[in-house]
């Protein structure tokens, strides 16, 4: 019997389904998996950022033991190189370069870490102890590792075929309308900054079990993704050759991603083409310090801006020069992520009339960079509110005034911007007066004078953002040179006693779905979440998705799901009203429940349910039996979240140490399904954000050997780092999903690091700084307090 | 990591036998230096020795004017003692600060000190008071024992015991932590007492070292104000990714006023 409480439908707090596995220590992930007669695979990596391999030895290691294969570059010559999902064209209209990416080094290795060849034995440490045994003949060659200096005319070639490194040269916007727009302004201002490398580090390193059947000719791939029927269209495709039909790709639980793993990697295509070579499954697990050379990093631009206001603070212009590094190589989106995911974010949350941006793309001696937690949004947003904060202080303004004199409107939407996007709702001054008001900015002064008193310099800090997600339609980013459409999968079956089993393309690595779904069906359906299962992460199970990623799993999966229960409910609404003996016309559905419209007759989906699977008394010449429905759902924009965050910070003068004391965020993230896991979502983001604000850097030497490479340099944000999160959130409907929902994932690691660094140029004020580097550490900080070079 | 044989004696004369007859065999007790390194292959020792099982080298006890610390002791049974909190309350701090849980319920004491690591805590306190360490064959006094970055005075087999503290009249430490790592970036342990005033600098250069200015600083003068006006030189300290040398001369004199203030 379903009864629905009315507790667990849209904007209950629930309590996470899936957590008491996760928690009890039960979760199934890939490196739990293993399969009868499994060998195991160690990755040889280069140590080098860039050198000829002259030669391969593996005679030696061969003969270790337990080994069952080597395998270089040279067993490899029949399949492809890895994909790159997205292509962008360059000013003139031409492709962006393409250099090929092989699964194993060519000739030559490119970034410390490009694995040159794999070893696959009967356990992990005799793969291990072979390949310490291969003798690789490296020609050590000169590296760049830095952005800019990939450029120089002199700079080393990462491709022979790429000349001067450069990937794209790529813009979007009226340059002649910005430059109209500088010529008439009374102040120009000028920012220039890097956001930093960031390594994802999400906490379950990557892992990937190759098997193959040899009866059926069946590859099966577990793997940790976000999007396993991603990776089986561009593994299956692009690389092994491999139909559909003959390669399972299942993404089971996942600890975590952070976009990490969205990308298609090379150690997946390697296992599952050796376990059909050898006719025997074969398991790769990253250990972290692989991890730290092998996934995909985050961010790394290097940018100018250049604001143009009128006399009274108006924003007439903004132009942008972007320099975004690429890595060696193209991870499988990194080509949006410094474009469409970041130069149409620069209109912000501001009416700017003329917006111009260039963005050039550079490959050095690096671990390929793609999307990070929020991807191009969180560097545009950086960008554009510590532009505005210099702009206040440079020309005079007060910042929180000049934010709202250039807020668009609320009456403006739908409101297109110069740079693309259309957004579609929203209302920044009220997320801006609720921060202000929770944060107690207008009581700040006396906090500050109190802290002065304790050898503290405190500060605060204002970031008033929005972001596009729920990625995305897929004409459009196919106009934009996406490979691949954007659309969601939802299956809805409701089985006979009237339990459901929801099937989705989107992918939970940490996000909650197994509960928030099953709320979206309690609330329409009203069969309780303890009846409702959710199924996601294998192509053997659902039909197609592209899974999970840029904050897009509820507003395209769940409008695909509730399409889908649309659909269920036109079809039982039929079958109802045969068993009524009413018109279909006549019968409403409520929450499990149809009802003859102005009487006492009803029955419940239950009913509904059994009598179209045992279909005694049925309508069987005009309705199918079964109650389960399929839908794909492609959203017909984006979405845009938006809100303000607030920082407060304390910095401790003797040492420079930043401590973050408090930390608001009111965020506009459309309908809350579930306000409790909505919390979590901005509260880890925000971590995130501080993490990137005040703590991670990842650093390499001129030379491209990579100083931060393990937790004893990489400095990952932990509970005292952090402050006290406020998250509340101020709704605006979306208007084009059926769900009215935006989008919760990112917003905390956008909204955040420029907040936090508005605070801490604030709470040095009085030493004449217009600017701090993420991330803020002690001894940048020192060294501005004590008039140091650092 | 790669295959060793595993020893585990129950005296220390036996570790020492075992170590004597495999020069490439290395003793562990809490093994949280040289687990992580074995786990990179960063160390191919023929066989471990695991000293866990020596009784004679647990324990603290309070013996007249001194405090003698067993080499296996772990850090949280120095934080939460009452004999170490009695007599040397800067000491219990120390180990209550070390690490995270995980590491003060493995690492001991006799670990950190024989390992040396320059941004290690225990190695200031034992210099800062000026402590005598008992090894399998003699007594070694702090001074002559740390010489350098992970290097002691111990001999090959020679294995660390027990630490005698002598109790001073007031001792403090203070340190800055690396913010990746936790590991100290600057610290400074100051005491006075029976071994005379001492201040033990550490974090910030490649050993454990005295900083004798601030020693006749103190001498002059004993407060927050006097080591304030003495500044270390950036000469020869570290320098990397999370700090300038100069920096961390600076932090070892903000260090140094802490502990002062510390130990009142």
Same mark, same amino acid.
């Given at each position: 019997?379903?009864?629905?409480?009315?507790?667990?439908? =849209?904007?209950?707090?629930?309590?996470?389904?899936?957590?008491?596995?996760?928690?009890?220590?039960?979760?199934?992930?890939?490196?739990?998996?293993?399969?009868?007669?499994?060998?195991?695979?160690?990755?040889?990596?280069?140590?080098?950022?860039?050198?000829?391999?002259?030669?391969?030895?593996?005679?030696? *290691?061969?003969?270790?033991?337990?080994?069952?294969? =080597?395998?270089?570059?040279?067993?490899?010559?029949?399949?492809?190189? @890895?994909?790159?999902?997205?292509? =962008?064209?360059?000013?003139?209209?031409?492709?962006?370069?393409?250099?090929?990416?092989?699964?194993?080094?060519?000739?030559?290795?490119?970034?410390?870490?490009?694995? =040159?060849?794999?070893?696959?034995?009967?356990?992990?440490?005799?793969?291990?102890?072979?390949?310490?045994?291969?003798?690789?003949?490296?020609?050590?060659?000169?590296?760049?590792?830095?952005?800019?200096?990939?450029?120089?005319?002199?700079?080393?070639?990462?491709?022979?075929?790429?000349?001067?490194?450069?990937?794209?040269?790529?813009?979007?916007?009226?340059?002649?309308?910005?430059?109209?727009?500088?010529?008439?302004?009374?102040?120009?201002?000028?920012?220039?900054?890097?956001?930093?490398?960031?390594?994802?580090? *999400?906490?379950?390193?990557?892992?990937?079990?190759?098997?193959?059947?040899?009866?059926?000719?069946?590859?099966?791939?577990?793997?940790?993704?976000?999007?396993?029927?991603?990776?089986?269209?561009?593994?299956?495709?692009?690389? !092994?050759?491999?139909?559909?039909?003959?390669?399972?790709?299942?993404?089971?639980?996942?600890?975590?991603?952070?976009?990490?793993?969205?990308?298609?990697?090379?150690?997946?295509?390697?296992?599952?083409?050796?376990?059909?070579?050898?006719?025997?499954?074969?398991?790769?697990?990253?250990?972290?310090?692989?991890?730290?050379?092998?996934?995909?990093?985050?961010?790394?631009?290097?940018?100018?801006?250049?604001?143009?206001?009128?006399?009274?603070?108006?924003?007439?212009?903004?132009?942008?020069?972007?320099?975004?590094?690429?890595?060696?190589? @193209?991870?499988?989106?990194?080509?949006?992520?410094?474009?469409?995911?970041?130069?149409?974010?620069?209109?912000?949350?501001?009416?700017?009339?003329?917006?111009?941006?260039?963005?050039?793309?550079?490959?050095?001696?690096?671990?390929?960079?793609?999307?990070?937690?929020?991807?191009?949004?969180?560097?545009?947003?950086?960008?554009?509110?510590?532009?505005?904060?210099?702009?206040?202080?440079?020309?005079?303004?007060?910042?929180?005034?000049?934010?709202?004199?250039?807020?668009?409107?609320?009456?403006?939407?739908?409101?297109?911007?110069?740079?693309?996007?259309?957004?579609?709702?929203?209302?920044?001054?009220?997320? @801006?007066?609720?921060?202000?008001?929770?944060?107690?900015?207008?009581?700040?002064?006396?906090?500050?004078?109190?802290?002065?008193?304790?050898?503290?310099?405190?500060?605060?800090?204002?970031?008033?953002?929005?972001?596009?997600?729920?990625?995305?339609?897929?004409?459009?980013?196919?106009?934009?040179?996406?490979?691949?459409?954007?659309?969601?999968?939802?299956?809805?079956?409701?089985?006979?006693?009237?339990?459901?089993?929801?099937?989705?393309?989107?992918?939970?690595?940490?996000?909650?779905?197994?509960?928030?779904?099953?709320?979206?069906?309690?609330?329409?359906?009203?069969?309780?979440?303890?009846?409702?299962?959710?199924?996601?992460?294998?192509?053997?199970?659902?039909?197609?998705?592209?899974?999970?990623?840029?904050?897009?799993?509820?507003?395209?999966?769940?409008?695909?799901?509730?399409?889908?229960?649309?659909?269920?409910?036109?079809?039982?609404?039929?079958?109802?009203?045969?068993?009524?003996?009413?018109?279909?016309?006549?019968?409403?559905?409520?929450?499990?429940?149809?009802?003859?419209?102005?009487?006492?007759?009803?029955?419940?989906?239950?009913?509904?349910?059994?009598?179209?699977?045992?279909?005694?008394?049925?309508?069987?010449?005009?309705?199918?039996?079964?109650?389960?429905?399929?839908?794909?759902?492609?959203?017909?924009?984006?979405?845009?979240?938006?809100?303000?965050?607030?920082?407060?910070?304390?910095?401790?003068?003797?040492?420079?140490?930043?401590?973050?004391?408090?930390?608001?965020?009111?965020?506009?993230?459309?309908?809350?399904?579930?306000?409790?896991?909505?919390?979590?979502?901005?509260?880890?983001?925000?971590?995130?954000?501080?993490?990137? *604000?005040?703590?991670?850097?990842?650093?390499?030497?001129?030379?491209?050997? !990579?100083?931060?490479?393990?937790?004893?340099?990489?400095?990952?944000?932990?509970?005292?780092?952090?402050?006290?999160?406020?998250? *509340?959130?101020?709704?605006?409907?979306?208007?084009?999903?059926?769900?009215?929902?935006?989008?919760?994932?990112?917003?905390?690691?956008?909204?955040?690091?420029?907040?936090?660094?508005?605070?801490?140029?604030?709470?040095?004020?009085?030493?004449?700084?217009?600017?701090?580097?993420?991330?803020?550490?002690?001894?940048?900080?020192?060294?501005?307090?004590?008039?140091?070079?650092? | 990591?790669?295959?060793?044989?595993?020893?585990?004696?129950?005296?220390?004369?036996?570790?020492?036998?075992?170590?004597?007859?495999?020069?490439?065999?290395?003793?562990?007790?809490?093994?949280?230096?040289?687990?992580?390194?074995?786990?990179?292959?960063?160390?191919?020792?023929?066989?471990?020795?695991?000293?866990?099982?020596?009784?004679?080298?647990?324990?603290?006890?309070?013996?007249?004017?001194?405090?003698?610390?067993?080499?296996?002791?772990?850090?949280?049974?120095?934080?939460?003692?009452?004999?170490?909190?009695?007599?040397?309350?800067?000491?219990?701090?120390?180990?209550?600060?070390?690490?995270?849980?995980?590491?003060?319920?493995?690492?001991?004491?006799?670990?950190?000190?024989?390992?040396?690591?320059?941004?290690?805590?225990?190695?200031?306190?034992?210099?800062?008071?000026?402590?005598?360490?008992?090894?399998?064959?003699?007594?070694?006094?702090?001074?002559?024992?740390?010489?350098?970055?992970?290097?002691?005075?111990?001999?090959?087999?020679?294995?660390?015991? #027990?630490?005698?503290?002598?109790?001073?009249?007031?001792?403090?430490?203070?340190?800055?932590?690396?913010?990746?790592?936790?590991?100290?970036?600057?610290?400074?342990?100051?005491?006075?007492?029976? #071994?005379?005033?001492?201040?033990?600098?550490?974090?910030?250069?490649?050993?454990?070292?005295?900083?004798?200015?601030?020693?006749?600083?103190?001498?002059?003068?004993?407060?927050?104000?006097?080591?304030?006006?003495?500044?270390?030189?950036?000469?020869?300290?570290?320098?990397?990714?999370?700090?300038?040398?100069?920096?961390?001369?600076?932090?070892?004199?903000?260090?140094?006023?802490?502990?002062?203030?510390?130990?009142?």
């Amino acid at each position: 019997m379903n009864v629905v409480t009315p507790f667990e439908g =849209i904007g209950a707090s629930v309590r996470r389904k899936e957590d008491v596995r996760f928690l009890s220590g039960r979760g199934q992930y890939t490196d739990d998996i293993n399969r009868p007669g499994q060998a195991h695979a160690w990755i040889l990596r280069s140590q080098h950022a860039h050198a000829r391999i002259q030669g391969i030895d593996t005679a030696a *290691a061969a003969a270790m033991p337990g080994v069952v294969a =080597i395998y270089t570059s040279a067993d490899l010559a029949a399949i492809g190189g @890895l994909p790159c999902g997205w292509q =962008i064209h360059n000013k003139d209209g031409s492709p962006m370069a393409e250099p090929k990416h092989p699964v194993l080094a060519e000739g030559k290795v490119r970034h410390v870490g490009d694995p =040159i060849a794999v070893v696959i034995a009967e356990t992990r440490a005799q793969a291990r102890d072979a390949a310490e045994a291969i003798i690789v003949d490296f020609e050590v060659l000169p590296a760049v590792s830095q952005t800019t200096a990939a450029l120089a005319a002199d700079a080393p070639r990462v491709h022979d075929d790429v000349a001067g490194n450069l990937c794209y040269d790529w813009h979007i916007g009226d340059k002649g309308a910005v430059d109209a727009a500088f010529a008439a302004a009374a102040h120009r201002v000028v920012f220039e900054t890097t956001n930093q490398r960031l390594v994802p580090n *999400a906490m379950e390193p990557r892992c990937a079990v190759g098997d193959y059947d040899t009866t059926t000719g069946e590859h099966t791939l577990f793997t940790t993704s976000q999007n396993p029927h991603v990776i089986r269209l561009l593994m299956g495709a692009f690389v !092994l050759q491999i139909p559909e039909a003959k390669l399972r790709v299942v993404a089971p639980d996942v600890g975590g991603g952070f976009g990490s793993k969205i990308y298609h990697y090379a150690e997946e295509a390697i296992v599952t083409w050796a376990a059909a070579k050898l006719g025997r499954a074969v398991k790769w697990t990253a250990d972290r310090t692989e991890a730290f050379m092998s996934d995909a990093h985050g961010r790394d631009h290097v940018t100018r801006a250049e604001l143009a206001l009128d006399k009274e603070g108006t924003f007439l212009g903004l132009r942008v020069l972007t320099h975004a590094n690429m890595g060696a190589y @193209l991870s499988t989106f990194a080509p949006c992520v410094p474009t469409y995911l970041y130069a149409t974010l620069l209109a912000g949350v501001y009416s700017t009339p003329a917006i111009y941006a260039e963005v050039k793309a550079v490959f050095t001696h690096t671990v390929p960079v793609d999307a990070y937690r929020g991807a191009g949004r969180p560097e545009a947003t950086y960008l554009l509110e510590r532009l505005v904060d210099v702009a206040a202080k440079q020309c005079g303004f007060d910042r929180v005034k000049l934010r709202r004199r250039n807020f668009i409107a609320t009456d403006a939407f739908p409101y297109q911007t110069p740079v693309a996007l259309q957004y579609d709702s929203g209302d920044y001054f009220s997320t @801006l007066d609720q921060a202000l008001k929770t944060a107690d900015w207008a009581g700040f002064e006396a906090r500050r004078a109190e802290a002065r008193m304790r050898g503290k310099l405190r500060g605060i800090g204002i970031s008033t953002y929005l972001e596009a997600c729920g990625i995305a339609p897929s004409a459009v980013v196919g106009s934009l040179g996406a490979r691949a459409g954007l659309y969601e999968v939802g299956v809805i079956r409701v089985h006979p006693t009237g339990s459901v089993t929801v099937l989705t393309g989107a992918h939970s690595h940490g996000q909650g779905h197994e509960t928030t779904f099953a709320q979206l069906v309690a609330d329409k359906l009203g069969v309780p979440i303890a009846n409702v299962d959710i199924v996601h992460g294998d192509t053997a199970k659902v039909p197609f998705g592209m899974g999970t990623y840029g904050s897009r799993s509820l507003a395209v999966g769940g409008s695909a799901m509730d399409k889908a229960m649309d659909k269920i409910i036109a079809k039982a609404k039929r079958i109802a009203a045969h068993l009524m003996e009413a018109s279909v016309e006549d019968v409403e559905f409520e929450r499990g429940t149809f009802r003859v419209a102005g009487t006492d007759k009803t029955k419940t989906l239950t009913d509904v349910s059994l009598a179209a699977y045992v279909p005694h008394n049925y309508p069987i010449d005009e309705i199918e039996p079964g109650l389960e429905e399929t839908a794909f759902y492609d959203p017909k924009n984006f979405t845009y979240p938006g809100g303000c965050h607030i920082a407060e910070v304390e910095i401790e003068m003797e040492t420079g140490r930043v401590s973050m004391v408090n930390f608001t965020a009111v965020d506009d993230v459309g309908r809350v399904i579930n306000p409790m896991i909505v919390e979590g979502q901005v509260q880890g983001g925000v971590a995130q954000g501080i993490g990137q *604000a005040l703590l991670e850097a990842c650093v390499y030497d001129q030379d491209g050997q !990579l100083m931060s490479g393990s937790m004893m340099d990489y400095t990952m944000p932990r509970a005292d780092d952090l402050a006290p999160v406020s998250v *509340a959130t101020h709704t605006t409907l979306c208007t084009h999903n059926p769900l009215g929902v935006k989008g919760c994932g990112e917003v905390g690691a956008i909204g955040s690091p420029p907040a936090v660094i508005n605070a801490v140029v604030d709470a040095l004020r009085d030493y004449g700084v217009e600017h701090i580097e993420m991330p803020a550490t002690a001894p940048k900080i020192w060294s501005i307090i004590h008039g140091k070079s650092v | 990591m790669y295959d060793f044989a595993y020893h585990k004696p129950a005296s220390v004369a036996d570790a020492v036998k075992l170590l004597a007859a495999d020069p490439d065999a290395k003793p562990i007790s809490g093994g949280h230096t040289l687990l992580p390194a074995l786990k990179h292959r960063l160390n191919k020792p023929s066989a471990l020795v695991d000293l866990s099982g020596i009784a004679e080298m647990k324990g603290i006890r309070r013996e007249g004017n001194s405090l003698i610390i067993g080499a296996l002791t772990k850090h949280v049974e120095v934080a939460k003692s009452d004999v170490v909190k009695a007599a040397i309350p800067a000491l219990a701090y120390m180990a209550s600060h070390i690490g995270d849980n995980q590491v003060r319920n493995r690492g001991t004491i006799g670990g950190s000190v024989s390992n040396n690591d320059p941004a290690a805590d225990y190695p200031a306190a034992v210099l800062g008071l000026g402590a005598t360490i008992h090894t399998s064959k003699r007594k070694i006094a702090a001074d002559d024992f740390f010489q350098g970055m992970f290097t002691t005075a111990l001999e090959e087999g020679e294995i660390l015991v #027990a630490i005698e503290f002598p109790i001073p009249e007031k001792a403090g430490y203070a340190k800055l932590k690396n913010p990746a790592s936790r590991y100290v970036m600057a610290g400074a342990f100051i005491s006075k007492g029976p #071994a005379g005033l001492r201040v033990a600098i550490n974090g910030a250069g490649p050993c454990v070292f005295r900083q004798s200015d601030m020693e006749a600083a103190l001498g002059r003068n004993w407060s927050a104000d006097a080591v304030a006006g003495v500044k270390q030189s950036a000469d020869g300290l570290n320098s990397d990714i999370h700090g300038s040398a100069e920096y961390r001369a600076h932090l070892v004199t903000v260090m140094a006023k802490r502990a002062v203030a510390a130990a009142g």
